[in-house]
């Protein structure tokens, strides 16, 4: 269980703000499981929520990327690093809720929803998603969750909401190893 305690040291030592948010990406991570169980989705859901930006922690400087206009491609990096250790239904929608975001985009109405630095990152992440990939991806075996995921990542920006802490899903995150 060496991972769930890395996992759990990277979320309590997080203390850098979430890229061009008002909340650390702890927050931003937690307040998307508390989302999803909100809404009463599955544990595998709330897991992926929880997990979804994982891959922050694995970059080097998030903001730094952003700043000279480059996306680190978070959402592979975290896929590749957990799949090695969770379940498939728990990493496939975190390595495709940045593709969701760019189907998602493609309604006026959800883009216009997005914050700011989320706008920034669509950008760099390839901007609205067209039309030969938007049908590739609705194929995905993951699509639905991907959706609901990204749904709940762009929710989860909140300040001063009661929070969880990463310790109140020790017991979901060790169900969820392989």
Do not use: W
Not at 100 to 127: C, H, I, P
């Amino acid at each position: 269980m060496q991972i769930i305690e890395k996992i759990i040291s990277n979320f309590s030592n997080n203390n850098s703000l979430y890229i061009g948010e008002k909340l650390t990406m702890s927050e931003h991570m937690i307040q998307s499981a508390m989302l999803a169980e909100k809404s009463k989705c599955n544990d595998d859901l709330i897991c992926s929520c929880l997990l979804h930006d994982y891959g922050h922690f694995i970059i080097d400087n998030p903001d730094e990327l952003v700043k000279n206009k480059l996306d680190g491609g978070h959402e592979l990096i975290g896929y590749e690093y957990l799949k090695k250790f969770f379940k498939k239904q728990i990493v496939e929608p975190i390595r495709y809720h940045v593709l969701a975001k760019r189907y998602l985009a493609r309604n006026k109405t959800y883009f216009e929803k997005l914050s700011k630095a989320s706008k920034v990152s669509l950008e760099l992440q390839g901007g609205i998603l067209n039309d030969k990939d938007t049908e590739s991806f609705k194929r995905k075996s993951y699509f639905k969750s991907s959706i609901l995921l990204r749904k709940f990542d762009e929710a989860a920006k909140k300040t001063y909401v009661k929070m969880k802490t990463i310790h109140d899903y020790k017991k979901l995150l060790i169900s969820k190893i392989i």
